[in-house]
């Protein structure tokens, strides 16, 4: 047995007399105790175990008054005594709120292998994308929770998770007040306001795969191109130096008869500072093209759109049925996972156009009765008195199937009337041909939905039980984590 009591509201030897006079009152003397007080928590406690065996007639415990009914038992009023004792010595109480955890529960929690805490989580995540209290059980199905639900009886729902070792059922008061049918109703209605308010749907609460950016890498320097060689070094070309010397033969004076000619001095050239620049500026060296910044980019990584589900098990098949039934990605397929409505379901535009087809079908051809009666409606109209009667008499099928049929087209020709002018045949049939060009066009896109859904809902309550497996495997991993960090700050304090 454990004793606890209020920080710092006793003392150790107060906790000890305490103990003792607990056990005093509830073993009556017959059995031996053992009382070791704590204080390696926040708050003082003692430790009681006492022998089993009575002292003076040899019986068990248990035998002598743990018999009976529950209420009738000994740890019945083990409560009640330990309350009385710290009633008068002036101590706190605790105010019993409801019922409480067991210690097996206690320690499945700490393991985190509590069936009670698989189940509140995976229910609140039902209630999550569930529209009333009978989409919530349907969810359930696909969920991998069996439940059994009873209104007319005392306890009208249990839970049980399906395929995780669970043997038997859990009453849903026993999870905690707000898993009951009326208080699930209740919350399911707040969710939905809230989405609403916030303009959400079902099929947003699904985290999308994170993108993957590829690592950027520095570009590696390209080094420049070395200059081409000059071709020609010497400043001044052949052709000048030819063209100089003809330039200064023609200057030079022709020898005359009487005169010698004197000889030409070859080995000097005289050129201006102009023309010895020239070759310079004639050719002007272009310099060697810059080079190009050339940035090396890693190839870029698509999106995996099935990271979601591709850990699961047989998850390639899965993923190849699902995008050759149309299915792309995951993200399509959260909404056949979580009932939201799908812009290429057109059941019910389709059962719209039905049943106009046939009402303007049905009109048509009254109309087209009604053109081969009303000669005969035309000539009775036309009568008077004794012969009208007589003429009645004669074709009244014929007047009173003219009468219905005008009847029954006055009546449904009213919805397609346009600026209060009834229509005509003609209108009628260019609206039944738009029609049933619009029905054909939206019946083969309805077959690829009712294909692709087919096939998702062969896989929803495989992929939701390993979506709830790979959360919950999460939460273990936090809790976890949790634990670990709270040890070592506990140990380092």
């Known amino acids: 047995m454990i004793q606890s009591f209020a920080p710092d509201e006793v003392t150790p030897e107060q906790a000890m007399q305490i103990g003792e006079e607990l056990c005093d009152r509830y073993l009556k003397g017959d059995y031996q105790y053992v009382i070791a007080v704590h204080n390696d928590k926040d708050h003082l406690h003692c430790h009681i175990i006492f022998n089993n065996t009575n002292l003076y007639n040899g019986l068990?415990?248990?035998?002598?008054?743990?018999?009976?009914?529950?209420?009738?038992?000994?740890?019945?009023?083990?409560?009640?005594?330990?309350?009385?004792?710290?009633?008068?010595?002036?101590?706190?109480?605790?105010?019993?709120?409801?019922?409480?955890?067991?210690?097996?529960?206690?320690?499945?929690?700490?393991?985190g292998k509590s069936w009670k805490d698989k189940l509140r989580i995976r229910i609140a995540e039902v209630m999550l994308y569930s529209r009333d209290f009978a989409d919530f059980l349907r969810n359930c199905t696909f969920s991998g929770i069996e439940y059994v639900y009873t209104p007319k009886n005392k306890y009208k729902l249990k839970f049980k998770l399906s395929g995780d070792g669970q043997q038997r059922f859990t009453r849903a008061d026993t999870l905690g007040a707000?898993?009951?049918?009326?208080?699930?109703?209740?919350?399911?209605?707040?969710?939905?306001?809230?989405?609403?308010?916030?303009?959400?749907?079902p099929d947003m609460l699904i985290e999308p795969p994170k993108q993957i950016t590829a690592p950027k890498t520095e570009p590696k320097p390209i080094p420049p191109k070395p200059a081409e060689p000059v071709q020609n070094n010497r400043l001044i070309s052949d052709e000048f130096l030819a063209r100089v010397r003809e330039q200064k033969a023609s200057q030079t004076p022709q020898p005359t008869a009487t005169?010698?000619?004197p000889k030409p001095d070859t080995d000097r050239v005289v050129i201006t500072a102009e023309e010895f620049l020239a070759p310079l500026y004639d050719k002007p060296e272009t310099?060697?093209?810059?080079?190009?910044?050339?940035?090396?980019?890693?190839?870029?990584?698509?999106?995996?759109?099935?990271?979601?589900?591709?850990?699961?098990?047989?998850?390639?098949?899965?993923?190849?049925?699902?995008e050759a039934s149309g299915i792309t990605s995951f993200y399509d397929f959260s909404?056949?996972?979580?009932?939201?409505?799908?812009?290429?379901?057109?059941?019910?535009?389709?059962?719209?156009?039905?049943?106009?087809?046939?009402?303007?079908?049905?009109?048509?051809?009254?109309?087209?009765?009604?053109?081969?009666?009303?000669?005969?409606?035309?000539?009775?109209?036309?009568?008077?008195?004794?012969?009208?009667?007589?003429?009645?008499?004669?074709?009244?099928?014929?007047?009173?199937?003219?009468?219905?049929?005008k009847a029954y087209i006055k009546e449904h020709i009213t919805k397609y009337t346009s600026d209060g002018s009834q229509p005509l045949m003609k209108d009628l049939q260019g609206l039944l041909k738009r029609m049933k060009a619009k029905r054909d066009e939206l019946l083969p896109k309805q077959k690829a939905y009712i294909i692709k859904h087919d096939t998702a809902m062969k896989y929803t309550r495989q992929v939701r039980q390993y979506l709830n497996e790979q959360h919950m495997k999460r939460e273990r991993e936090k809790s976890r984590q949790r634990t670990q960090t709270k040890n070592k700050n506990s140990y380092l304090e």
């Open 335 to 405: 909404g056949f996972l979580h009932n939201t409505h799908h812009d290429d379901d057109h059941t019910a535009e389709l059962a719209e156009l039905k049943t106009h087809i046939k009402t303007v079908e049905t009109i048509i051809a009254k109309m087209k009765h009604y053109n081969e009666l009303l000669p005969t409606y035309n000539e009775y109209a036309g009568l008077s008195g004794w012969k009208q009667s007589r003429y009645r008499k004669k074709h009244s099928e014929e007047i009173e199937d003219f009468e219905q049929t």
């Open 287 to 322: 310099p060697p093209p810059a080079p190009q910044s050339t940035e090396s980019k890693a190839p870029e990584k698509k999106n995996d759109e099935w990271a979601s589900i591709r850990g699961m098990r047989n998850s390639d098949k899965i993923i190849a049925e699902l």
């Open 259 to 261: 005169q010698t000619a």
């Open 60 to 111: 068990s415990f248990t035998t002598e008054h743990n018999q009976g009914r529950k209420s009738e038992r000994a740890w019945a009023e083990l409560r009640e005594i330990s309350d009385e004792i710290c009633k008068e010595h002036g101590l706190s109480l605790i105010d019993p709120k409801g019922k409480g955890v067991s210690h097996h529960e206690r320690t499945m929690q700490k393991e």
């Open 178 to 201: 707000d898993y009951t049918p009326e208080r699930i109703t209740e919350q399911i209605a707040e969710i939905q306001e809230k989405l609403s308010e916030a303009n959400i749907t």
